[in-house]
């Protein structure tokens, strides 16, 4: 309980009081703390890819060694060779069979490479009798879309939740594909330590955008009897505003253990909307000036949000060449006429890295010089404008490199982390609540329960219930949220601390826990 942070300002102290007797007349108070991190089963490693040795390969694609993604020798890389709808299988007998009983969480490391491509790869374990886990897109299979980072993946399920392994059955085998789906088809993922019995720490971040004043007004009674603090991520030029935090209520609100980090922009306005990268790290670091001036610096300032969740420009789309004749030369002809322009990037079966449009580019091109040879062939490319000042990783990276150490978008979801961030740290995944009904969000939560994820929601404004009422079935009204559907989140959430089965940590404290761990040493 931290009940004494509420008396450090006058105007809370009949606020404390009330609270406090509430919570005599049978409260329950949980405490939003870390797990040793010792109760977490041992994880056993089924697969390293260090070797190919004992893989057996189709013909449908490549399948090569390279440098580890996790620890170890090596990991598999796995290509296409730019034929449509080739489906590259590679299978391999395990070591020692084990019962999918036993199996708990499977984790493995996925890396993402091609860039604005989607790409399935799929893992599936199997019996001595031939028996596969079933595909199911939101389990055993890393569906890398388009407009997700690169960086490594970490792809967990429990054995429960594959129709296969939720019988007692022996895994002796696992086989690795990916359909060639889309062009270039050449896929280009690498896949590494694959574990059983890996489960995480369960842990949830509750995070609140914007800095709107019903933080102060509904979040922290709610939370504070659990308990219970949050990470804000404040656009510090908006503090005062009407219907926004005050200074004083964020000073509050940080001595009661909250953190305060920061809006990507302190107006809130797309960091991708800035003139350059330098601009809107500039923007991003002003911030840093403001929390100082209020005496309210602290790490947690190092922890940002991108306003709308954008960190790069989604327009900028590639253009893909349904074929490209090469004879040997760096001259290429297209199968038709594309926007090609000098400076965009190749991709695709043989092409060689940094390969780079040089000449003959334009709006309807039949025909380019490219600064490498191309080995003879007639294949699919991708050509890419990699460009422009907030291409991808750019804005994370410098936003890294200017001093923060998190930063998060809004692709909805979880986050394995046991095993370290997989150099996601800047682009981590933030789930949030808009239109969502309590009984479609509450699923999410034990998932992470089950999994041992970590789940960072985030809220903005907190609205009163609508006038017909509440029910578990009432979906948000947009991106607020109404005051039930907040407080039955806090309850479940509440519910699972109480029963040790979650933790709830602020931004700082997931990234701290995390950020250095690493796959256990064999």
Not at 63 to 92: D, N, W, Y
């Amino acid at each position: 309980m931290k009940l004494a942070r509420w008396f450090l300002s006058t105007r809370h102290r009949l606020f404390g009081a009330l609270i406090m007797m509430c919570l005599c007349v049978g409260t329950v108070t949980v405490e939003a703390s870390e797990t040793d991190s010792t109760s977490l089963p041992t994880p056993q490693l089924l697969e390293s890819f260090d070797t190919m040795d004992g893989w057996a390969v189709n013909s449908g694609g490549i399948f090569r060694q390279v440098c580890p993604v996790t620890e170890g020798q090596g990991a598999m890389a796995v290509l296409g060779k730019g034929e449509e709808l080739s489906h590259v299988i590679a299978q391999k007998t395990l070591t020692e069979s084990i019962n999918s009983s036993d199996m708990g969480v499977i984790a493995f490391a996925v890396h993402k490479t091609l860039p604005r491509v989607t790409s399935n790869l799929n893992v599936r374990l199997g019996t001595a009798g031939g028996s596969y886990t079933g595909v199911n897109y939101n389990l055993n299979v890393a569906n890398l879309t388009s407009n997700a980072p690169l960086k490594t993946y970490w792809i967990v399920f429990h054995q429960s939740e594959d129709p296969l392994l939720s019988q007692s059955v022996d895994i002796t085998k696992v086989r690795v594909s990916s359909p060639a789906r889309n062009p270039p088809y050449m896929i280009n993922n690498t896949i590494d330590s694959l574990y059983a019995n890996a489960k995480g720490q369960p842990t949830v971040v509750i995070g609140f955008d914007d800095g709107e004043d019903t933080i102060e007004s509904i979040a922290y009674p709610y939370m504070t009897q659990y308990g219970l603090v949050g990470t804000i991520y404040l656009p510090t030029q908006q503090v005062g505003w009407v219907d926004r935090l005050s200074w004083e209520q964020v000073a509050m609100l940080s001595e009661a253990g909250w953190a305060i980090s920061v809006d990507g922009s302190p107006d809130d306005t797309p960091m991708t909307d800035t003139a350059d990268v330098a601009t809107a790290v500039a923007n991003a670091t002003s911030a840093w000036d403001d929390l100082k001036q209020h005496g309210l610096d602290s790490d947690a300032m190092y922890h940002l949000c991108y306003p709308g969740g954008k960190f790069f420009d989604t327009s900028v789309r590639p253009v893909q060449v349904t074929a490209m004749t090469s004879d040997g030369s760096n001259v290429v002809t297209l199968d038709d006429s594309y926007p090609i322009h000098v400076g965009m990037r190749v991709y695709g079966s043989n092409i060689p890295k940094n390969t780079y449009v040089i000449n003959g580019g334009g709006e309807a091109v039949s025909s380019v010089t490219l600064s490498r040879k191309i080995p003879p062939q007639n294949l699919p490319a991708m050509f890419n404008d990699e460009s422009g000042e907030f291409y991808l990783d750019k804005l994370p990276a410098a936003l890294n490199k200017a001093g923060f150490k998190s930063g998060r978008i809004t692709v909805g979801g979880d986050m394995y982390t046991r095993f370290g961030f997989g150099g996601r740290e800047m682009t981590t995944i933030g789930q949030g609540a808009s239109y969502m009904t309590f009984n479609q969000f509450l699923p999410l939560l034990e998932q992470v329960v089950l999994r041992g994820t970590t789940m960072e929601t985030y809220f903005h404004r907190i609205v009163p219930d609508p006038e017909e009422g509440w029910t578990p079935d009432t979906p948000n009204p947009g991106i607020n949220v109404y005051e039930s559907f907040f407080k039955a989140y806090i309850d479940a959430v509440a519910e699972k601390v109480q029963s040790g089965e979650l933790v709830v940590l602020t931004k700082p404290q997931w990234y701290e826990r995390d950020i250095d761990k690493t796959v256990p040493e064999s």
